[in-house]
Each structure stands twice: as structure tokens, then as C-alpha cells.
């Protein structure tokens, strides 16, 4: 098990196999990990890379 904090609206979520997809305010995802405010974080062969995710309007 292991915390993901949010660095952006500090949301922390204590990470254990089988977590539900869904039902987090932060989801990993293989290897990025997205939280409810819309940033991210994901490897980039190797780099650690952050986005933001767009509004879908």
C-alpha cells in the first residue's frame, strides 16, 4: 500500500490492490495516475510527465 497526493488540490488517497475504478477521487490507471480535479501524472518512457486534462464541453 502507498499514499498519491495531489499536488494540485491536495486530495490524498491511500492506494491497496483491488481498488474499484470509479469510485476514487484519484485513479491510477497502468501508469497514470489521474485525479477528480483533472491533473495527472504519466511515464513517458522513463519521465515522469504532468498534464492537465481538458474539459469535455
Same mark, same amino acid.
Request: proline share 4%.
Given at each position: 500500500? &502507498?499514499?498519491?497526493?495531489?499536488?494540485?488540490?491536495?486530495? /490524498?488517497? /491511500?492506494?491497496?490492490?483491488?481498488?474499484?475504478?470509479?469510485?476514487?477521487?484519484?485513479?491510477?490507471? @497502468?501508469?497514470?495516475?489521474?485525479?477528480?480535479? @483533472?491533473h495527472g501524472?504519466?511515464?513517458?518512457?522513463?519521465?515522469?510527465?504532468? &498534464?492537465?486534462?481538458?474539459?469535455?464541453?
Amino acid at each position: 500500500m &502507498f499514499v498519491i497526493h495531489c499536488n494540485n488540490c491536495s486530495r /490524498e488517497v /491511500e492506494w491497496k490492490d483491488g481498488a474499484e475504478l470509479g469510485k476514487l477521487p484519484i485513479e491510477m490507471c @497502468g501508469s497514470t495516475v489521474i485525479c477528480a480535479c @483533472g491533473h495527472g501524472v504519466s511515464d513517458d518512457n522513463g519521465t515522469l510527465r504532468e &498534464f492537465d486534462v481538458p474539459d469535455a464541453e
